[in-house]
């Protein structure tokens, strides 16, 4: 099974500031068809998780273009441009492309400071 | 409007079973590959059980292989999930949600507690 490896496990952040989150996986998430199939999601306090974006770096209807995807092979990374008070909650990253299973990051808390 | 609503959760003692439903509405449940994914208290996601659009092939995580069963009734709009010899250790929330690039939706979730 592909191992998905996040960090930090917890971030503070100051508003207004930048925030990234790095996930890593134990082999190449490059598929055969020429995707990658990494995806992003946030779950908020209390919440269902919601995608962010799909296949590295298409951001979901109606998600702010603060947030942003990018990387290849096992190296990805979600940047926040400059983190507001709604963007609170845990950040999880999940590969598709060697499946199943479908396998998740342990997930990164974003707090602010 | 998307809606997913599972239901079905509760309190069940070891070895017991239970039956979990995802009733959608907003989108037609026949075109679209479906997930069951749980959360166990203050932990992360783990993805449990995958079936196709058309039924014809369902996958399942190795920890619940030979006890769960996912199924989905189309003409009804609902996706299934049959749990049976649960464990401490299944205890979790339990949503579903979509499998699409195209179309991600998640339920809100129902809470299955396995505890004598």
């Known amino acids: 099974d592909v191992v998905m490896t996040q960090s930090p496990l917890s971030l503070p952040v100051t508003l207004g500031q930048p925030a990234s989150i790095s996930c890593r996986s134990s082999?190449?998430?490059?598929?055969?068809?020429?995707?990658?199939?990494l995806t992003w999601f946030q779950q908020r306090p209390g919440q269902s998780p919601r995608r962010l974006i799909y296949?590295?770096?298409n951001r979901d209807s109606g998600v702010p273009d603060r947030f942003s995807g990018s990387g290849s092979g096992t190296d990805f990374t979600l940047k926040i441009s400059r983190v507001e008070a709604e963007d609170v909650g845990v950040y999880y990253c999940?590969?598709?492309?060697?499946?199943?299973?479908?396998?998740f990051g342990g997930g990164t808390k974003v707090e602010i400071k | 409007q998307v809606q997913l609503v599972e239901s079905g959760g509760g309190v069940v003692q070891p070895g017991g079973s239970l039956r979990l439903s995802c009733a959608v509405s907003g989108f037609t449940l026949s075109h679209y590959d479906m997930n069951w994914v749980r959360q166990a208290p203050g932990k992360g996601l783990e993805w449990v059980a995958f079936?196709?659009?058309?039924?014809?092939?369902?996958y399942y995580a190795d920890f619940v292989k030979g006890r769960f069963t996912i199924s989905r009734d189309n003409s009804r709009n609902t996706l299934y999930l049959q749990m049976n010899s649960l464990r401490a250790d299944d205890t979790a929330v339990y949503y579903c949600k979509t499998d699409s690039n195209a179309f991600d939706a998640w339920g809100q979730g129902t809470m299955v507690t396995v505890s004598s």
């Open positions: 999940m590969q598709s492309t060697h499946w199943p299973p479908l396998t």
């Open positions: 082999q190449s998430l490059l598929y055969s068809d020429g995707n990658t199939y």
């Open positions: 079936a196709r659009y058309d039924g014809t092939n369902n």
């Open positions: 296949k590295v770096s």
